[in-house]
């Protein structure tokens, strides 16, 4: 099992940043790659970025690339999400998430951390 715990989400105003943190731990090194997620109210869970945990390779979704960086410490089992510009449409839970290498989905997740974009 891995267990994965989010903080740093906040309220911040229009044009602000956060950085959310994700801690994982247990079983971490059957972790392959290492995801945020969002889910606005009223709408789907929809991925934000990936990392790979081995090599750190990336992956943004097209609504906030250019505006968040994923990355992550391996020595700390950390993976960090850096967003700026942020707008109200970026108001959503954030979950960090664990896939596994022989799974086609993600295993585990977080029990989220709330932004909220004021404007």
């Known amino acids: 099992q891995v267990q994965l715990v989010e903080s740093g989400g906040g309220l911040v105003q229009a044009g602000g940043s956060l950085r959310l943190a994700c801690a994982a731990s247990g079983r971490t090194f059957s972790i392959y790659i290492m995801g945020w997620f969002r889910q606005a109210p009223g709408k789907q869970r929809e991925f934000v970025a990936t990392?790979?945990?081995?090599?750190?390779?990336?992956t943004y979704a097209d609504s906030t690339k250019g505006r968040v960086t994923i990355s992550r410490d391996n020595a700390k089992n950390m993976v960090y999400l850096q967003m700026n510009s942020l707008k109200s449409e970026d108001t959503a839970v954030y979950y960090c998430a664990a896939k596994a290498r022989w799974s086609s989905g993600y295993d585990y997740w977080g029990q989220g951390t709330q932004v909220t974009v004021s404007s």
């Open positions: 990392i790979k945990w081995s090599g750190g390779s990336t």
